[in-house]
């Protein structure tokens, strides 16, 4: 045989090869309860082969994050918050030594004594000192006047975010070798790396040596290339890192293990003998899921997914016995019906209303773009001929400081802001005859009485806008009305 043919035989082994693995990420909650992750994900009954041809993506540790940036929800200031309105001041330093702190209790709660711990400790000392130093002659350089730190900002915050993924990745794989298992760190961050990378680049260079039948990858959920993913997608690049493994290395399957279950409704909400188990869905209603903040998964990734016709499985950590929900396109509904109720209770009415907005166009330009600099999310949006009204989920600050800008560029317009709460109910296919009807009789036989009502023409959600004291009420009596009280077989693909 050629040396052209052994090749071509070679890749097509490889190639078969990988499609039989798994590209799974482990969420930050679940990582750092770390008996569970070993017993029901990363080993469990598994021994010799079954061991590998898997790669796993993790989050950084539950509360990390939010140390070095900012909290997801309240907006405390973490270490960036701090390191961007400083100046000069240290408060971000001692922000950035209370992380070190954290990062290294979590390794002597994993780790306890040992070598291990040593070693686990050794890491993120040197990691947090390097991203210091380099802060430190950040503001140096910025203090002469000629570099401005807003131009910079951005890659700061990469940079810190990047932290957390290297630490509970070099754990996790750490952790599995003291067990005997071939695990390797697969360091995405490109630390020390002076160039910057595509991302489809920076996923090869570090996969391309990789025998996925022999060694499990513990991959980091950041990667530094030049997408900046903290900057395009926020807290959801660890999804968008997943996808893209996946992708690039044709994996048979993506699998997100949570901290529950995919279900009709939230069941310390509803009832757990009332809600029930998603086990089939496709994308479009993951997107919407997305959009409410329940995170099946990050658009961005399901787009990726998607494209390359890679499904998508979401497991309860907890429960590594049950299939979980499987999404994917050609997941077709047996017959119309809702398969989930689900809400954010916290978000933002801001009305934006101006008499002589009739027939001029830039307003809805302007309001977007100041929510696009303050990163405040838009979750659904409604107008007429003068106002626009934007349901946001973000801190007050932030929205406050949407208003500030607004006011300032539009002094005539009548700007004002309250908290409501927004309830989706959500199907592959809503077209049922009377269901919009059915679910505003029921809210107003359970007495509530909308804010506002979305029913769009694609047919996959219906959105009510109520009072935040009517949040809970909400979310059963639409739960009940629209799945509870519908016979089993209009569910059956969901059930």
Same mark, same amino acid.
């Given at each position: ?343 954010? !209770? ?112 694609? !047919? ?36």
């Amino acid at each position: 045989m050629t040396a052209k043919g052994k090749s071509s035989t070679k890749s097509v082994q490889q190639d078969t090869q990988q499609r039989r693995h798994t590209v799974e990420k482990l969420g930050g909650t679940s990582i750092r309860q770390t008996d569970a992750m070993l017993n029901n994900v990363l080993i469990g009954n598994r021994t010799g082969e079954d061991l590998y041809n898997r790669i796993f993506v993790v989050s950084a540790y539950a509360g990390i994050t939010d140390a070095l940036l900012e909290h997801k929800k309240t907006g405390e200031s973490g270490v960036y918050a701090l390191y961007a309105d400083s100046g000069s001041d240290w408060a971000w330093g001692d922000s950035l030594g209370a992380a070190r702190t954290l990062m290294l209790d979590i390794n002597e709660e994993i780790f306890g004594n040992g070598a291990a711990r040593r070693t686990a400790d050794a890491f993120v000392k040197e990691r947090v000192d390097g991203v210091r130093d380099s802060l430190i002659d950040l503001q140096r350089l910025c203090a002469s006047g000629h570099f401005r730190l807003q131009d910079h900002l951005d890659t700061v915050r990469e940079m810190l975010a990047s932290l957390g993924e290297a630490h509970s990745a070099h754990n996790t794989a750490l952790l599995l070798r003291e067990k005997g298992i071939a695990a390797r760190f697969a360091d995405l961050t490109g630390w020390r790396v002076q160039d910057l990378p595509s991302f489809d680049a920076a996923i090869d260079d570090v996969f391309d040596t990789i025998d996925l039948s022999r060694e499990l990858p513990i991959a980091t959920g950041y990667c530094r290339c030049d997408a900046e993913l903290v900057k395009s997608y926020d807290r959801g690049y660890t999804e968008v890192t997943m996808s893209r493994i996946a992708v690039r290395t044709k994996a048979a399957e993506a699998i997100i293990h949570k901290e529950f279950h995919l279900s009709s409704a939230d069941p310390k909400l509803v009832g757990e003998d009332k809600v029930r188990p998603i086990r089939e869905t496709n994308y479009d209603v993951a997107d919407q899921l997305s959009n409410i903040g329940m995170e099946a998964i990050h658009p961005s990734a399901a787009k990726g997914l998607r494209q390359n016709g890679i499904p998508l499985r979401v497991k309860n950590t907890f429960e590594p016995d049950q299939p979980g929900a499987l999404i994917q396109d050609s997941q077709e509904p047996a017959e119309p019906g809702v398969e989930i109720v689900a809400g954010l !209770k916290t978000v933002y009415a801001f009305e934006f209303y101006e008499p002589d907005m009739v027939g001029v166009k830039g307003y809805d330009a302007a309001i977007l773009n100041s929510l696009k600099r303050h990163r405040v999310y838009i979750v659904a949006k409604s107008s007429n001929a003068n106002t626009i009204t934007h349901f946001l989920q973000g801190s007050p600050k932030l929205v406050r400081r949407v208003e500030r800008d607004l006011a300032a560029e539009f002094p005539t317009a009548r700007i004002t802001s309250r908290t409501v709460s927004v309830i989706t109910a959500i199907g592959r296919d809503l077209r049922v005859p009377g269901l919009a009807a059915r679910a505003l009789m029921a809210l107003s036989d359970a007495g509530v009485e909308p804010l506002g009502f979305n029913d769009l023409m694609r !047919k996959v959600d219906l959105q009510v806008i109520v009072d935040q004291a009517d949040y809970d009420t909400t979310i059963r009596t639409l739960h009940a009305a629209l799945v509870e009280q519908v016979e089993k077989p209009a569910m059956s693909s969901a059930a």
